[in-house]
């Protein structure tokens, strides 16, 4: 009776012990996850930007029940900045390509450190939210003082940086760097204002396209015209 007594306790105390993960899950067990504060990660790819991918170099813990698994592949958008699109619809967008190449320059395979805030952890389009840090500085600070991104998105309490980083903005709006230096194209946190554009600022784009295209063609009469003069000669 005392070995039946004694065999039930100890089923009970491994049952209470464990604890059991929902349908789908794969969180790590407690000795897995990361007890570092830091989250850090390696830059996969650069959609443009403000906006990248960042695969895990260990299991995390980011909150309590959401976890991020060592080598699992996530889609960081940054807090509080928006830069020009130089992707999708609106590509093309003044200073797009130079904020874009100016991330990428920064972070191409870089491993940095994520910092979630106290608010939503992801957008609306499953986006992981968070200031990114490469070297020890945030990626957000470099992008603002050097005028190729603008605050904006600000939604409380996400929001723990925000007296510093409007510092910041404040330096390269005063000084005209990037964005602030075309008149009438940023609406201080609310976006880029294409249609105030002066004209020749929105023809900058057709003309290059025009160019490109035109340059294209002579290329091709000129190869025509040469192939042309091959069969014809004797």
Do not use: H
């Not at 952890?121 to 050097?146: C, F, T």
Request: include cysteine; glycine fraction near 8%.
């Amino acid at each position: 009776m005392k070995k039946l007594l004694f065999s039930f306790m100890a089923a009970s105390i491994i049952l209470i012990g464990c604890t059991v993960q929902p349908p789908g899950t794969t969180a790590p067990t407690k000795q897995e996850v990361s007890q570092d504060n830091k989250i850090t990660g390696v830059i996969s790819q650069l959609a443009d930007g403000d906006t990248y991918n960042v695969v895990m170099v260990d299991n995390y813990e980011v909150r309590k029940g959401v976890y991020l698994s060592k080598g699992e592949e996530i889609t960081i958008r940054l807090l509080l900045v928006d830069t020009p699109e130089s992707v999708g619809e609106k590509a093309g967008m003044p200073y797009g390509n130079e904020s874009s190449s100016y991330a990428k320059g920064l972070l191409k395979d870089k491993t940095v450190t994520l910092e979630f805030d106290e608010g939503d952890i992801k957008d609306k389009y499953d986006r992981y939210l968070a200031y990114v840090y490469v070297d020890g500085k945030r990626v957000q600070d470099y992008l603002l003082e050097n005028g190729y991104a603008m605050i904006r998105y600000v939604n409380e309490p996400n929001t723990r940086y925000l007296a510093e980083l409007e510092e910041i903005e404040k330096r390269a709006r005063e000084q005209a760097l990037g964005i602030w230096s075309i008149e009438g194209y940023v609406s201080q946190n609310e976006g880029y204002n294409e249609v105030g554009l002066k004209p020749d600022i929105k023809a900058i784009g057709e003309d290059v396209k025009e160019k490109a295209l035109e340059t294209a063609e002579d290329l091709f009469g000129e190869t025509l015209d040469s192939a042309l003069d091959t069969f014809s000669s004797p």
